[in-house]
Each structure stands twice: as structure tokens, then as C-alpha cells.
């Protein structure tokens, strides 16, 4: 039988569970926020990861466990997987939490979610990052009704959705790369080199070794046709630590070598200067685009999963910076359109100065309109949330 919540007692207890590096920095943010709230009377217990653990949380286990690609290996590691999850959510209903906060990884969080609502209904539970409800399965918004009771959204067309779709409440508290807008926008002798001739071109091939070896051989062939036609451009390909390998095995037999750059300032620095950008489809996309960056996106992966993903999306396009600006505006190629003859003719429109290039500009324009949280940051609009929904419970017990 779990133990009453007493609302006499004076400390917080604040449980949170994030499996991916993303998430373990949204909830460092967080944590960081709500122990300025709540000074000494919080508790953290969870899942994270390093960030998470600077912040003063004790992961139940190692999240890099989690971190399985392809569905061989997920078949394979499967038990370990569902035991994880047996465990989080027993330890999540003896802590008895005043809040559960599940950060992003839905197929692991949502699981132990359930579990911990059909354990013990009295734990308030906020999700914080919606699953793309809106781009398929949308039947899971409903469905999120009965165990989470406020979603806490990076994208600000979201709360609409799950209006339409009737699923539990949900607020925009936006994307935290807004927290991070002046590291991507150019100094006044960054915007002249962006000019400036040989324009710079970034190439952003993907943040996974299997994105990386689905997209480099159309890349490097797309970017060697470019060249044959004439076209002079600085080649930069900004990578991480730990997929440096990877990268310089992909790009060894490419007609035109790139300067590979590493690290996340590395990257910032190059997104100030470039002219321009071929991406693969993600988050990179929104990022490029409050850059100020035009570009041409690609997509591939195996045969299954292309096909199970064109039968079940269902939105007007996968490049998130044309969902949020609410126009097709970048252009996407996705499986059999990604040609090099195709990448390469867009690519010379958003380099030159088009119609395609200045409507892109154009839209980039009124991000910081639409992703605007006022004068909250991110972290703070989340943090307002968890505190209320954690209020509203102890009200309500």
C-alpha cells in the first residue's frame, strides 16, 4: 500500500526521468529553476545523465544503457529494456513523488508513466516535450489523458493540437534553442563573410552513425556535381566528438573535401558565417533556420522504416522549421527524391540570390515572433508549470 503524502511535510520531492542527452540538459535546466523556487526544500530523485548529475540528481541506472540503435539491437536488448522499466516505475511509486516530471523518450517514458498511474493516481505527472502526436498516431493525445496531466510543449502550434486531438492540457513554453539565439546569429564581420565569395556551405549529414552512413554517399556525389557545374563554395561539415570517426570515413572518397569542424561551439561558429546549408531532416533544421540560414533538406533510411514512416505521417512536411513558420518554405527531399541532380539544383538557388533564398529569409524572419515566451525563459515557463500542477495535487490530496 503506498504511503500517504502528508501535506505538513516541508520538502519537495521531485522525480524525473530522461533517457537521451537531450532530455538530461532540458532537465538540468529545470532542476536548476526549481531549486531556486524552492532552495533547500526540494529533493531530486531519477533518471538522467551527466548534466542531470552536476545538478544533484542519482541516476537508478546509467542512461548511455538506453541507448540502442536499430531494431536488431533493440529486439536483443528488449528484456533489459522492460526490466528498466519495471524498475523506474517501482521506484517512482515507493518514492512517492509530489511530481513526476518524464522528459521526451516516449517509448520509455510513457511506459513507466502508465505503470505509475495505475500504481498510484495520486502522483501528479507532466510531460515535458509532446511526441509528435501531430504527425502520426495522433490517437496517443487522447490516450495521454489518462496518465499525464499537463504536457509542457517545445513547438508553439502544439497546444492546438492536442486541443483538436483532445488530449490533456497542454502549454507552449518554448524551444530552448530561443535561450541560445545569440550564439547562432552573426557579429557584424561574421554577416560580411557570409557575403562574401567562396560562399560558405555547410553540409550537416545527421547526429547518428546511421544517419550519417545513409547520407554521405548522396551528399558527397550531390556537392561533386555542384562543383562540375561551376559553382565555388567553402565546404564546412560540423560534427560531434564522438562521431568524428564516422564523418571522415563518410566524406575520405568525396569529390570535394570538407573542413570538418567538432564541438558545439565549433558548430555555432560556422552556422554565423554560412551562406547557406544542405541538412538531413531534425531539429538541425529549426536551428539553421533561427540562424538565418537558407537550406536544402534530405532524408533517407531503410527501406521498412521509410515505408512505415510515409504510411503513417500526416503533416504537410517533416522539416520542423516549415512547421513552425507554418510554410513549405525549405525544400525537402525525402527517399527516392534524394538525387544528387535534385539536391544540387536546389542548393545552387539557395547559394544564389533567388526567389527561393529570399522567401526562405523571409519566413526565417518571424521565428522570434512565433517561438517568443515573452520574458520567461524556457526552463522558467516549465518550471511555473511543474510547481502548479505539484500545488494543484497536494490541494486536491
Not at 28 to 49: I, P, W, Y
Not at 105 to 122: E, G, I, K, L, Y
Not at 130 to 149: C, E, H, I, L, Q
Not at 183 to 210: D, F, H, I, N, T
Amino acid at each position: 500500500m503506498t504511503p500517504a503524502r502528508s501535506t505538513a511535510d516541508v520538502a519537495r520531492k521531485i522525480f524525473l526521468i530522461a533517457t537521451e542527452e537531450s532530455g538530461d540538459r532540458l532537465g538540468a535546466s529545470l532542476m536548476k529553476v526549481l531549486r531556486q523556487r524552492l532552495g533547500d526544500a526540494v529533493r531530486f530523485e531519477g533518471v538522467g545523465g551527466q548534466a542531470m548529475a552536476r545538478e544533484g540528481l542519482t541516476s537508478l541506472f546509467p542512461i548511455e544503457e538506453l541507448s540502442i540503435m536499430g531494431l536488431a539491437a533493440v529486439v536483443k536488448q528488449l528484456p533489459m529494456i522492460l526490466r528498466r522499466i519495471r524498475e523506474t516505475a517501482a521506484a517512482v511509486t515507493q518514492a512517492s513523488p509530489d511530481v513526476l516530471v518524464i522528459i521526451d523518450s516516449p517509448d520509455f517514458t510513457h511506459r513507466v508513466a502508465r505503470r505509475v498511474r495505475a500504481s498510484d493516481p495520486a502522483i501528479p505527472i507532466v510531460d515535458y516535450v509532446s511526441p509528435s502526436v501531430w504527425a502520426w498516431r495522433p490517437g496517443r493525445a487522447r490516450a495521454m489523458r489518462g496518465y499525464v496531466d499537463h504536457v509542457l510543449a517545445l513547438l508553439p502550434f502544439e497546444p492546438g493540437e492536442y486541443v483538436k486531438l483532445r488530449g490533456p492540457p497542454c502549454s507552449y513554453v518554448g524551444h530552448p534553442l530561443t535561450e541560445q539565439i545569440a550564439s547562432l546569429r552573426p557579429a557584424a564581420c561574421e554577416q560580411k563573410r557570409r557575403a562574401e565569395a567562396p560562399p560558405v556551405l555547410l553540409v550537416l549529414p545527421g547526429s547518428r552513425r546511421s544517419e550519417i552512413r545513409h547520407h554521405m554517399a548522396v551528399f558527397g556525389a550531390t556537392l561533386g556535381l555542384l562543383r562540375e557545374e561551376g559553382v565555388a563554395f567553402e565546404l564546412v561539415l560540423p560534427t560531434m566528438p564522438h562521431l568524428v570517426d564516422a564523418v571522415r570515413e563518410g566524406v575520405a572518397n568525396w569529390p570535394v573535401q570538407p573542413r570538418v569542424v567538432i564541438g558545439e561551439p565549433e558548430k555555432r561558429a560556422a552556422f554565423r558565417i554560412a551562406r547557406a546549408a544542405l541538412a538531413k531532416s531534425g531539429t538541425v533544421t529549426l536551428e539553421l533556420a533561427l540562424a538565418g540560414v537558407p537550406m536544402v533538406t534530405a532524408y533517407r533510411t531503410g527501406a521498412i522504416e521509410a515505408w512505415i514512416m510515409l504510411r503513417l505521417i500526416n503533416v504537410p512536411s517533416v522539416i520542423l522549421a516549415n512547421l513552425v513558420v507554418g510554410d513549405n518554405v525549405v525544400p525537402e527531399f525525402l527517399q527516392q527524391d534524394c538525387t544528387p541532380p535534385k539536391l544540387s539544383t536546389s542548393l545552387r538557388e539557395v547559394l544564389e540570390d533567388s526567389p527561393l533564398r529570399r522567401r526562405q529569409l523571409d519566413a526565417f524572419a518571424k521565428l522570434d515572433g512565433i517561438m517568443s515566451t515573452g520574458h520567461a525563459t524556457p526552463s522558467t515557463r516549465a518550471a511555473d508549470i511543474v510547481l502548479a500542477t505539484m500545488r494543484k495535487a497536494r490541494g486536491a490530496g
